[in-house]
């Protein structure tokens, strides 16, 4: 049973705060993603990988970055937290093979509050 | 650019009446649509993928490329169907691309 994780389920943070918000999964999956996900907004890409050190911007990078330096854990890294980025941010994980046609795998996500 | 519409952010049903969550998409590919579920308090996952063409919890959905779109279907809700639900869109080797989402509610 795959399973991806959440360093947290609750943040807050105040506004200018540097903030990490790790993932690990534990099925050796290539690919990792880090989404939000609003009220009426959907769920948004904001980064993602598909090996180690490697990664993609995705439709909302502006404010993040993220790191991976292992194949399990994906981190995305808000430099400067601001009011607008509170948010509940999903990590998720999929096989390489046939790229993002694979079923993405979801973490219980992290709610984040910046105050 | 690859996008996905659910044009309803709010779909009530009685349970036992027939229901359809309605998605429609943009990308001049070959692209491959699934639909995701978040039950109250649970992670998000995978319902059913196009490819696939099975039917899940009751669920359908068929790809229609002339209408571009990938509608779910049930022909008779039940109150445990309620719940947020996701289309998307892998058009891109690594892109998937999310819609707004759907709140299901089924009224008992």
């Known amino acids: 049973d795959v399973k991806v994780t959440q360093s947290s389920r609750y943040l807050v943070k105040r506004t200018g705060e540097k903030v990490f918000l790790e993932c690990v999964q534990d099925?050796?999956?290539?690919?990792m993603f880090w989404y939000r996900q609003d009220p009426g907004l959907g769920l948004r890409l904001i980064y993602f990988?598909?090996?180690?050190?490697?990664?993609e911007k995705g439709d909302i990078p502006e404010g993040y970055s993220v790191s991976r330096e292992k194949k399990e854990r994906f981190s995305l890294i808000l430099e400067s937290a601001s009011t607008n980025q509170t948010s509940m941010y999903l990590c998720?994980?999929?096989?390489?093979?046939?790229?993002?046609?694979?079923?993405?795998?979801f973490g219980p996500g992290t709610r984040l509050t910046v105050l | 650019a690859q996008r996905v519409t659910q044009p309803e952010k709010l779909l009530s049903v009685f349970k036992g009446a027939p229901v359809e969550l309605k998605c429609n998409y943009s990308?001049?590919?070959?692209?491959?649509l699934f639909w995701y579920v978040q039950y109250s308090r649970q992670r998000l996952q995978l319902l059913l993928r196009?490819?696939s063409r099975e039917s899940i919890k009751g669920f359908t959905a068929d790809l229609n490329k002339g209408e571009t779109s990938f509608h779910l279907k049930k022909p008779f809700a039940q109150e445990e169907d309620s719940a947020m639900y996701y289309c998307a869109l892998a058009g891109g080797y690594q892109k998937v691309t999310f819609g707004t989402g759907t709140k299901l509610q089924v009224i008992p």
């Open positions: 990308y001049s590919g070959s692209p491959e």
């Open positions: 196009h490819i």
């Open positions: 998720a994980s999929s096989l390489v093979s046939g790229g993002a046609r694979n079923e993405q795998f």
């Open positions: 990988s598909y090996d180690v050190k490697m990664k």
């Open positions: 099925m050796d999956h290539e690919n």
